[in-house]
DNA sequence: ACTTGCAATGTTATATCATCACATAGAAAT
DNA sequence: ATTTCTATGTGATGATATAACATTGCAAGT
C-alpha cells in the first residue's frame, strides 16, 4: 500500500493508464491548468486548495481525505477535517480532481485539459487507479437515462478488478 | 425522504424505472429467487439475512446500514452494526442486493432473475432509485479495461440528477 | 451419541469518513 | 473607509464501517 515517493528524472510505473510516463511536469502542467480554469471562471485556486491539488497530483493514486489533511497541516494549514474536505469540493466541483466513491478517496483528474466524463479502473490488490476516457460508455448511460426521462448531472464509474502489473504478479 | 408505506392492492409510483408497477408479490417472488439461487450455490438464506432482503424490499429505495440495523433490532435480531454490515454482505456478494456507493447505502436487486451489470439512477430531490439494465454500458467500459489489460471484476455505474417526477415537480 | 470442525451470530470496542456551527480573517465592491 | 462576501480555522459531533473475540448451532465423521 506505500508507494515509493516519485523522484525527479525518475520514470517508474504508474495508474494513469497503468503505464509508465514522464511525471516531471505534469505536476506544473495541471496546476497552471487548474489556474486557467478557475481565472476563466471567476473563482480562486487559494493556497489551501493549490496546495491540495499538488498533493494530489504528487501521486496518481487515490488518497482519503484524512491523509490530504495530514500534509496540509504539515504544510502550515489548519488540521481539522473541513480544511481538507473544503478544498477537495472545490478542486472536485471545478474538475481538478475527482472522488472515487468506492474508496472515499480523492484523486488529481488526468485528463484536465478535455472536457470528459470520468470513469476508473481501481486495482484491488495495489490500489492503483486509472482514469479511463471514456464518453462511449457515458453515452450509453444516456440512452437509458432519456428512455427514463431521467435527466443526468453528474455519473459515477468504476471498475474494480485487478491491473496489468498484478496479474502479472498473480502469474508467477 | 419519507415515503409512504406500500398497503395491499395500492398501486403507486415507486423508482424502479419511475414508473407505476404492481408491488404486491415482487417481495416473495423476490425472496423465493434469492432461496433458489442460495440452494443452487450451497449457501444459506439464514433469517438474518432474510429479514435484511425484506426490509430492502418493502422499499425499492436505499437504505442505509444503520436504517436495516434498526429493523433488524425491531425484529429481534442483533443491535451492533456489524450485524447489518454482514447480512449486507451478504446479499450484495450473493446478487440480491446492491450496494449504491453515492448514497453509502444498499437497496434490493430490481433484476434478481437475469445476470446484469447493474446501473443507477439516484434522484438528488427525493433520493429515489432506479436500477438500470444496462449491459451495453459495461461493454464499453469492457473495451478500455481490455486495452488497458485491466480484468474487471465488479463495476459500479451511478447517475444523479433529477427523476421524472421531480423534473415535473420543478416547472410548476 | 460424541466430538470435532465450521459457518453464522452476537457483542464490545474502535476506526474511518464527513458535516455542522460559529468565530475570524482577508479580498472585492461600493 | 466601510460594507459585504468568500474563505479559513477550530471545536464538536454525526455517520459509516470494521476488528477482534466469545458463543452458538448445525453437520460430518467416528
Known sequence: MTRAIQTKNEKLPDP??????????????????????????????????RKALEILLQEHRALGAYEILDRLRDAGFGSQPAVAY????????????????????????????????????????????????????????????HVAGFRIEQTTMEAVGLCPVCIDKSKT
Chains 1, 2 share one sequence.
Open 16 to 49: 494513469v493508464g497503468f503505464a509508465t510516463h514522464d511525471h516531471n511536469d505534469c505536476i506544473d502542467t495541471a496546476i497552471a491548468a487548474a489556474e486557467t480554469h478557475c481565472a476563466n471562471n471567476g473563482v480562486r485556486l487559494t493556497p489551501v486548495r
Open 86 to 145: 473544503r478544498a477537495l469540493e472545490f478542486l472536485v466541483t471545478n474538475g481538478s480532481a475527482h472522488k472515487i466513491e468506492r474508496l472515499n478517496a480523492f484523486i488529481a483528474c488526468a485528463h484536465s485539459k478535455v472536457s470528459h466524463v470520468p470513469a476508473f479502473m481501481i486495482c484491488t490488490e495495489c490500489d492503483s487507479v486509472a482514469e479511463v476516457q471514456s464518453n462511449l460508455t457515458n453515452k450509453a448511460f444516456g440512452n437509458a437515462a
